[in-house]
């Protein structure tokens, strides 16, 4: 074999996934087609949930000191986030290149073999490997690996060759973006529908200013190339009257409001993230913040498969959790598309909405939804507040100093959190030594209502999801074998 696993794409999803993957142990090499990154700014940030997933394998100083604002929008209606405790609008004037570059330097760091400049243009799973054929140039090889997986985008050339059902609605408009730099724009934060359409400025430090135009009644073009900084100056001058085409374009890009998911995000031996497996409307930066997710979730899973101690059906749970989070994602940026881009006809949608986002209730929800703090893996009903739910940043103090929930995960084992002093606690989980890191700590002092204040121990995935709780969530040996296989003296 050449590698555990392969991984195509070497975006935000596919570098995060690499890093995970070698937090794991396993073998990684990462194919990507273009030779060197593309320097553009794309997404600009990355929401609350991703933040957090970053913060937990320390990676947040490779940011510098991220921005964050608790206003943030829901098709295009603005309200303050922190309306749900720990949620904000994310980390915002982070170019993706930014984001992509300290990513890659993390998984080359731990030792992922990334290889620019190399196209997948075959693949085959025979059940127990999967060949790839790759090309650079002229020169073409082939590559087994216990597993691969795809990251390379909506256009995935792994999801065609693998054969996976890419369902969902074709685009019925298209819309430009640019970085423009040498001329004042009015700031347009939140997007402004205008006659003919909806446009969006902002600032992005200098003198760049990013833009959207999006024209009503322009249909979707079926594009091989990005299109024309003057196709964008016109259309920005036929909506707005202003004349931009002087200006010096840094980068221009277009998107649709296309929107599909792929059915299963695993067959056999090959697997999907990030926008390979859901394509969609961009709408509060969710779709890299999305893939980044994925990426966490299925890496510590895959690793534990090639490294021999996953539990039976681990590994289907990357669909069994994700696909949902999938099609939640779709649902909301399809409801946030008609808002801020609908005809005029869904006026009176846009002043019931605007209604119903005065009560505290509406509010939340859609916080939870945007940021992604509400994702729960579990019964909400089944046991401890936390069961199935992401573990926040809390500060705890230990016998050798202050550390955080967040510090507990950099090295991606999973974690048994003893709040209580429980001695028998942590020897029930000492079979799973090479696989649970074991802690006793106490919270600095919280609110009683916090989740952690009648809490006495804690499971916690290597995602950072908790697994088990005290009380509350049955027996801890049940949940270890569920989630961490077999002890390591029947491992073999």
């Known amino acids: 074999m050449d590698a555990d696993v392969i991984v195509v794409g070497a975006g935000p999803a596919g570098l995060m996934l690499a890093g995970e993957l070698r937090l794991g142990g396993a073998r990684v090499i990462v194919l990507e087609r273009l030779p060197e990154a593309t320097g553009q700014s794309r997404g600009l940030g990355f929401n609350a949930r991703a933040m957090e997933v970053f913060d937990q394998r320390g990676l947040l100083p490779l ?32 170019p993706q290149f930014r984001t992509e570059a300290a990513l890659q330097a993390w998984a080359a760091g731990l030792g992922a073999d990334i290889r620019r400049g190399w196209e997948c243009t075959g693949l ?20 087994r690996a216990r597993y691969l997986v795809g990251c390379d985008g909506g256009h995935s050339t792994v999801r065609r060759l693998a054969g996976f059902a890419f369902p969902g609605t074709a685009p019925t408009r298209e819309m430009f973006l640019a970085d423009v730099a040498g001329c004042h724009i009015r700031p347009r934060f939140l997007g402004e529908r205008v006659p003919g359409g909806m446009v969006m400025a902002a600032p992005l430090g200098g003198d760049v200013d990013r833009i959207i135009v999006v024209e009503d009644g322009v249909p979707a073009p079926d594009r091989t190339e990005s299109p024309r900084f003057a196709d964008v100056a016109d259309a920005w001058q036929r909506l707005t009257g202003t004349d931009i085409h002087g200006a010096r374009a840094e980068w221009v890009g277009s998107f649709t409001d296309a929107t599909r998911q792929v059915t299963e995000y695993r067959r056999g031996r090959v697997l999907l993230a990030g926008d390979a497996a859901h394509v969609h409307l961009p709408a509060g930066g969710q779709g890299l913040s999305t893939g980044v997710q994925d990426a966490a979730n299925v890496g510590w899973k895959l690793a534990a498969e090639v490294q021999g101690w996953a539990p039976a059906g681990l590994l289907d749970s990357y669909h069994a959790e994700r696909h949902p989070v999938g099609a939640r994602l779709l649902m909301n940026t399809r409801a946030q598309g008609l808002l801020f881009v609908g005809p005029p006809e869904l006026d009176p949608l846009r002043e019931l909405f605007a209604e119903l986002m005065g009560y505290e209730a509406v509010r939340r929800h859609l916080a939870g939804i945007v940021s992604g703090l509400d994702v729960c893996y579990e019964d909400p009903a089944a046991g401890h507040a936390l069961l199935g739910r992401r573990l926040p940043r809390r500060e705890l103090r230990t016998a050798s100093g202050r550390t955080s929930t967040m510090d507990l995960l950099h090295s991606a084992q999973g974690v048994l959190l003893d709040l209580a002093g429980d001695a028998p606690t942590l020897q029930a989980a000492a079979s799973w030594k090479d696989r649970v890191l074991t802690v006793t700590a106490e919270p600095v002092p919280v609110p009683p209502n916090d989740p952690l204040a009648a809490t006495e121990a804690l499971l916690i995935r290597p995602d950072g999801y908790v697994a088990w709780s ?7 040996p049940d949940a270890l074998h569920r989630w961490f296989g077999a002890p390591a003296a029947d491992a073999g």
């Open 470 to 476: 005290r009380p509350g969530d049955g027996e801890l």
């Open 63 to 94: 940011f510098g000191s991220p921005e964050t604002s608790s206003l943030g929008h829901f098709g295009g209606m603005q309200f303050d986030y922190s309306v749900l405790p720990d949620a904000h609008f994310g980390a915002r004037g982070i």
């Open 124 to 143: 085959a799973d025979d059940g127990e490997r999967v060949e790839v054929t790759a090309r650079t140039g002229t020169d073409v090889r082939r590559l």
